[in-house]
């Protein structure tokens, strides 16, 4: 599977954005797929995971209010949209797949392929 995170950009405050993520690959539709974010001078955090099938979605605490994941698997794509965007969301924003598709993982350890990474800045 290869992944291609878009959508980043410069948005103020409140504003909105939808980040995009392209699969190519077979095991795309039998994935579970995530969202991670790095921000500036910390660790990478899961935000959000959505799995094949049901389409069932996981979270981080901190994502739980103004992200949603979902998925399009006609497109071969993995949307995170995020709404009410604050500074604190600055970061590089990464896709990941996780090919064997059995139970979410919150940690990067348990996805086997990454996006390149997708730039989010938010002014105040």
């Known amino acids: 599977v290869q992944l291609q995170a878009s959508g980043g950009g410069l948005v103020q405050a409140g504003g909105s954005l939808t980040l995009s993520c392209a699969a190519s690959?077979?095991?795309?539709?039998?994935?579970?797929l995530g969202w991670f974010r790095r921000a500036p001078g910390k660790e990478r955090e899961f935000v959000a995971a959505i799995k094949p099938g049901d389409h069932s979605t996981n979270y981080a605490d901190s994502a739980k209010d103004r992200f949603t994941i979902y998925r399009d698997n006609a497109q071969n794509t993995v949307y995170l949209q995020i709404d009410n965007l604050k500074p604190e969301d600055t970061a590089v924003y990464y896709c990941?797949?996780?090919?064997?598709?059995?139970?979410?993982?919150?940690?990067?350890?348990?996805?086997?392929?990454w996006g390149q990474g997708t730039q989010v800045t938010v002014s105040s």
């Open positions: 990941a797949a996780d090919t064997y598709g059995i139970r979410v993982h919150t940690s990067p350890r348990g996805y086997d392929y």
């Open positions: 690959g077979r095991s795309f539709s039998t994935s579970i």
